[in-house]
């Protein structure tokens, strides 16, 4: 089988999904209720007005003729000035959208960090106490919601024991570590459960596996079983579930960046439909969703790497 | 001559498991048998008969499970062990092959990793001389292209390739015996006898002791030096395979063998054993052949017949040993 071809296929497969992803939120934007004219002015507009920005915006051109602007602009990175801002859509983006990225990372980090090896400690000490310790405890962390991780994080750790500021982003690189790390930890704590009960039991299917049986047959040390034959196998369950997931923590930054005011997309996100900014619903949806697919594409290409009978 | 593998009255007892069982089930029940340097040995029985586990039991491989008795290697006790012996043991001393290598290889490495991980593990080649010797043992075991081979991930081979790579991997350490697990039932017939004949082969090139796990009478006739037959985790008889293909003394056994399908008598009436294999939970304090038997007394069911050497190099547990009619060789 030709990987090199499977991988370019697998990239190729990218452009039309781009594609879709554009129809489908030009649609969903025409969808919504309200108009965003009348959102602009405000009651008071004279039916003159109305129409001069409605002719302004484009939106009394077909409607087909408004999609293919729509994609034409956005290939090129250019969504249109926000309704609500003024400004730009692509500028606004830009200086919020590193804000997710970084919450989102951080999440992920010490979702994998607190995960793996509480993972393997639970795998090894299978149905004993520091398993069930472990399951319970990370089963209070998913089963609790993460507004109420977060307010709870927030009144302990930063209004209690002001270790940790109430909100914002700060200023310079460290300054950002330190005020995201609070809503990082509330998204990687229901993420790390996940991780943790998928690795955990990928871990015990492989130990039951023939070829674990046949690696002792050869009289290899339990430290390369485990971290050779067992470790890789039983990640390649979780990376998929990782992927997902990291996906999903994009769309949940909406509610962690506002408990901690956090100025990300999420915040811009809900701003936005509150005042029916169009461009900029357009343009995050567009982004996240494009930013989704790559994440997926990345999980995918790892998974062909770590598993190589998927041929991808 | 020392055995190189001397198994005595081994005992193989899983807790219940499921709750339909109950109580603890001893799945081998005193198993005892010898094989010598360059000896090849069948375990032959039914499925369910505890062969498989008593192959895994020898290298310590089963999860769970308490294991009895005592497993000689070269006189040392491989239950007793401690750990790292025992891993010293394992692939050096005795060596296994599985019935399915597309289960036992591991499916996300190359099969030469497989085989240069033996090798990092019980010699001190360097990378390079590993690397030269995997193309070695995969020349040795019938793979042809074996430099390019080594590569090749586990499902890019063919099923015969598969068990010859699972082969390579068990000789890489220089096994002194070798314990295969129905290593030909999962292949076809032509390549079946390609992979015995590649056993023996290695048998004698190597002074190897072989352990043959198998339910086929067939092979066993054309490979094995001596048997043992099992029923119900116990050994029903034991002796070379001339003899006991000659003259069978456990009912069993006679039973199995006219069970067999001649070779070159078309179309004779096979003769099938009626019933089945007994659940091995609590086994009664009888022969467990009885409700299957055609030679029963009033013995088979007062104590369990015990295994006793009926001529020099023969046992047997059976009653009715001498009244078992000679078979005439088709």
């Known amino acids: 089988m030709n990987r090199a071809g499977a991988i370019a296929g697998r990239i190729a497969q990218i452009v039309p999904t781009f594609f879709l992803i554009g129809l489908v939120v030009f649609v969903l934007a025409r969808l919504l209720p309200g108009d965003a004219v009348s959102a602009m002015l405000g009651d008071r507009a004279t039916d003159e007005t109305v129409q001069r920005i409605t002719h302004q915006l484009g939106l009394d051109r077909s409607i087909l003729s408004q999609l293919v602007a729509f994609l034409a602009q956005a290939a090129q990175g250019r969504f249109g000035e926000s309704l609500a801002f003024r400004v730009p859509v692509a500028s606004l983006i830009v200086e919020r959208l590193p804000v997710t990225l970084m919450l989102t990372g951080m999440a992920t980090l010490i979702a994998l960090c607190l995960a793996l090896p509480l993972a393997f400690v639970a795998a090894m000490t299978a149905n004993r106490w520091p398993d069930i310790l472990i399951r319970t405890v990370f089963q209070v962390g998913l089963s609790s919601p993460v507004f109420f991780v977060g307010l709870v994080l927030l009144t302990i750790f930063a209004a209690g024991l002001h270790l940790f500021p109430v909100g914002g982003y700060g200023e310079g690189f460290g300054e950002h570590l330190y005020h995201l790390f609070l809503p990082a930890l509330t998204l990687a704590l229901s993420f790390s459960a996940v991780i943790m009960r998928t690795l955990r039991g990928s871990i015990l299917a492989v130990l039951r596996a023939e070829f674990v049986d046949f690696a002792r047959a050869k009289g290899l040390s339990s430290r ?10 039983a990640a390649i ?12 923590l994009l769309g949940g930054a909406v509610i962690t960046e506002s408990v901690f005011a956090v100025p990300g997309v999420g915040r811009l996100m809900v701003d936005s439909i509150f005042s029916r900014d169009y461009p900029v619903i357009q343009a995050l949806t567009l982004i996240l969703a494009v930013l989704v697919s790559l994440t997926f594409l990345a999980t995918d290409l790892l998974h062909g790497w770590l598993d190589p009978r998927t041929g991808v | 001559m020392m055995p190189l593998l001397a198994v005595r009255d081994l005992t193989v007892t899983f807790a219940a498991a499921a709750a339909a069982a109950a109580g603890p089930v001893r799945v081998v029940d005193g198993i005892s048998l010898d094989v010598m340097p360059g000896e090849v040995v069948g375990l032959v029985g039914e499925s369910g008969s505890g062969k498989s586990v008593t192959l895994r039991a020898l290298l310590r491989l089963l999860h769970a499970a308490h294991i009895g008795g005592r497993v000689l290697w070269k006189g040392r006790d491989v239950l007793a062990m401690p750990d790292h012996e025992l891993r010293e043991m394992r ?20 099969i030469g990793l497989q085989i240069e991980e033996s090798l990092s593990a019980h010699t001190t080649l360097n990378a390079a001389a590993r690397r030269r010797r995997a193309i070695e043992l995969l020349g040795e075991v019938g793979i042809t292209d074996a430099s390019r081979r080594l590569g090749a991930y586990p499902h890019e081979l063919s099923g015969g390739q598969r068990q010859r790579a699972m082969i390579a991997i068990a000789l890489a350490a220089g096994p002194e015996i070798l314990l295969a697990d129905e290593p030909t039932t999962a292949l076809d017939v032509t390549i079946q006898d390609q992979i015995l004949a590649l056993l023996l082969r290695l048998v004698a090139d190597r002074g190897m002791g072989l352990l043959l796990v198998t339910h086929d009478l067939g092979v066993v006739a054309e490979t094995c030096d001596r048997m043992v037959v099992l029923y119900a985790g116990r050994v029903a008889e034991a002796g070379s395979v001339a003899d006991v293909f000659h003259q069978p003394r456990h009912a069993y056994t006679d039973a199995l063998l006219r069970s067999m399908p001649g070779e070159g008598t078309a179309r004779t009436r096979l003769a099938p054993i009626p019933g089945q294999p007994p659940s091995l939970g609590r086994p009664p304090d009888a022969c467990a052949f009885v409700p299957r038997c055609g030679y029963t007394n009033p013995l088979c069911t007062e104590h369990r017949p015990p295994l006793i050497e009926v001529e020099p190099g023969r046992a047997s547990a059976c009653t009715a040993w001498n009244r078992l009619p000679a078979r005439v060789p088709s």
């Not at chain 1, 369950?237 to 999903?248: A, F, M």
């Not at chain 2, 692939?91 to 190359?110: D, H």
Request: hydrophobic content about 50%; charged content about 10%.
């Open chain 1, 224 to 233: 390369v079983i485990l971290l050779r034959h067992v470790l890789r196998s």
């Open chain 2, 91 to 110: 692939g050096k001393g005795m060596a296994a092959v599985f019935q399915e290598p597309t289960a036992a290889l591991n499916p996300v490495l190359p």
């Open chain 1, 237 to 248: 369950t979780t990376v998929t579930l990782v992927g997902l997931h990291i996906g999903s």
